[in-house]
């Protein structure tokens, strides 16, 4: 166990709808980061908060959103879903300022129908 | 932006032989670099992790090296045994501004027994 919680592990949802997933990082972890993982593809950057604020983004398109609350935890939001967005979906936290380890969560696979 | 090349993307070798994997980063502020193991439907995870400060790290069959003049880093995996099939990942982070948190597009290793 990481220490990383995801939920939900499983999403199934029609196109067009709209899903939040949620993400609760390692205790004491500032920096939460999200990536996508499409069939046998690499992990993709998504976009990275640090206590609270956005601090990278990368090709997160602009139907995705997420946010990091008070108490650390992320939610990352899909509207307008798409065939091409079943993916799994990790979440990974790591300490401040100190380049460690990202620990990540066990994903969540997200299937659109 | 920021980009990690990986080469190759797929690698088979027989069982008891070598295997390396390598890695090109762009951000010249990049001083940390982890190998990421992603075994079939599980979380990526740490095998080991080198900081800018050294050339070469060593941790039983696995090994890392890096050469920053170049922006190269490379796992070299001795002795691979079936359990070591799996995907790779390489990452690149920084701690100038963003701790941004980049990975290669993964290598899938087939070790045949």
């Known amino acids: 166990d990481s220490g990383v919680t995801q939920t939900p592990k499983h999403l199934i949802t029609a196109t067009g709808q709209r899903v939040t997933l949620r993400c609760s990082p390692r205790s004491g972890d500032l920096s939460v980061y999200w990536y996508q993982q499409s069939l046998d593809q690499g992990l993709q950057f998504l976009i990275q908060?640090?206590?609270?604020?956005?601090?990278a983004k990368g090709n997160i398109l602009e139907r995705f959103s997420a946010q990091q609350f008070p108490d650390l935890h992320s939610e990352l939001n899909l509207s307008s879903l798409e065939l091409g967005d079943s993916a799994l979906y990790f979440c990974?936290?790591?300490?401040?300022?100190?380049?460690?380890?990202?620990?990540f969560g066990q994903g969540t696979r997200l299937t659109v129908v | 932006g920021e980009n990690v090349e990986q080469h190759p993307s797929t690698l088979s070798v027989q069982e008891g032989d070598s295997a390396v994997i390598k890695c090109t980063y762009s951000d010249s502020a990049s001083n940390y670099f982890p190998w990421y193991k992603q075994e079939l439907g599980k979380r990526p995870q740490l095998i080991i992790d080198i900081r800018s400060n050294v050339g070469e790290k060593k941790d039983q069959r696995i090994a890392v090296t890096l050469n920053k003049t170049a922006k190269h880093f490379s796992l070299h995996i001795t002795e691979t045994q079936p359990e070591d099939s799996a995907v790779y990942f390489c990452?690149?982070?920084?701690?100038?501004?963003?701790?941004?948190?980049?990975f290669g597009t993964g290598t899938r290793l087939k070790v045949l027994a």
């Open positions: 990974a936290s790591s300490e401040h300022r100190v380049n460690t380890e990202a620990f």
């Open positions: 908060y640090y206590n609270g604020e956005e601090r």
């Open positions: 990452a690149a982070s920084t701690t100038s501004g963003t701790y941004k948190y980049i």
